[in-house]
């Protein structure tokens, strides 16, 4: 069912626990999601950015992930990712999108609030995610990423939140999108400092490659929702570079594309289990 990601975000909050943020761009993926979060029973994100409505076309891809996420048993917000302008995200409004991300992050911090804080009004009872330091890498294609810098200050967070009204705040505490170069070194003491100053649940991007002691631990010091989409996209790539190798007999689109299914469904599956578990780490 189709519900707002207030709801899932109050829930989160309510519990304890993270959400799961996972990217889609075609059936296959959203399905495979959806699968996951039905196998668990449990509440998902289902995230769309501008590179994915480029590539699927806007109203096509929105009218499949609407469609899909309707038909789902679990409770799912259909959440526009990554959005640089307030056009975008009222297009995805009008359609029937029930969260929004506007990132601003790579504007001054005041040209940052004035962005965030026109796209809040425009949505309404929409809740809208905005995000305030830097996440580095790519959001749709994932060469090696240097982490975060800058990261965000948990003062200037906190003055974000209260002057643009998001209902979430993206932070940067040396995560990145994409592949990581090296091992990443998450600031826990920085997520304590801005779960203390920061006024609203706190979102964690770039979470393919983190390791789930890190996700339970961020979990434990404040993250409320979580963001992934490499690792999706690394398990639908292994799986038909592996059923391409041994051959799909009839060239069977279904049995293909099938395979891979079952494998994203195991990939998001894991990461729920990670992000709805209890915490191992105390705060
Ligand atoms: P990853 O691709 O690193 O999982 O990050 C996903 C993300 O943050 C989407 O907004």
């Known amino acids: 069912m189709l519900v707002s990601g ?36 449990s509440a998902v994100f289902l995230a769309v950015g501008s590179g994915a409505l480029d590539y699927g ?94 990261m965000t200050d948990p003062a200037q967070a906190r003055a974000f939140v209260e002057q643009t009204g998001v209902a979430s705040l993206a932070i940067a505490i040396g995560n990145a999108h994409g592949i990581y170069k090296g091992e990443p070194k998450l600031d826990f003491d920085r997520l304590a400092a801005l779960r203390d100053a920061v006024p609203a649940p706190l979102v964690l991007h770039g979470a393919s490659g983190l390791s789930d002691d890190d996700l339970r631990r961020a979990i434990s010091l404040g993250v409320r929702k979580i963001n992934v989409n490499t690792e999706i996209r690394q398990t639908l790539f292994g799986s038909l570079d592996r059923s391409l190798e041994q051959g799909v007999k009839g060239y069977d689109v279904t049995r293909l594309f099938g395979v891979a299914m079952e494998a994203m469904q195991r990939t998001v599956e894991e990461k729920i289990e990670v992000f709805s578990g209890s915490p191992s780490f105390s705060s």
């Open 57 to 150: 076309g806007f109203a096509p891809l929105t009218q499949l992930v609407l469609a899909a996420a309707r038909e789902a048993t679990v409770p799912v917000a259909v959440h526009l990712d990554h959005s640089p302008t307030v056009a975008d995200c009222e297009r995805c409004l009008s359609e029937g999108f029930t969260s929004l991300m506007i990132d601003g992050s790579n504007l001054p911090f005041d040209e940052n609030v004035a962005l965030t804080w026109q796209t809040v009004k425009r949505a309404g009872e929409i809740p809208v995610e905005g995000e305030l330091g830097g996440v580095g890498g790519d959001e749709d294609s994932s060469g090696a990423q240097e982490t975060a810098i800058p």
């Open 6 to 41: 207030q709801t899932l975000l109050d829930e989160a909050v309510r519990g304890g626990y993270a959400i799961g943020s996972f990217n889609t761009y075609n059936l296959e993926i959203t399905r495979a999601i959806l699968a996951a979060a039905e196998a668990r029973r």
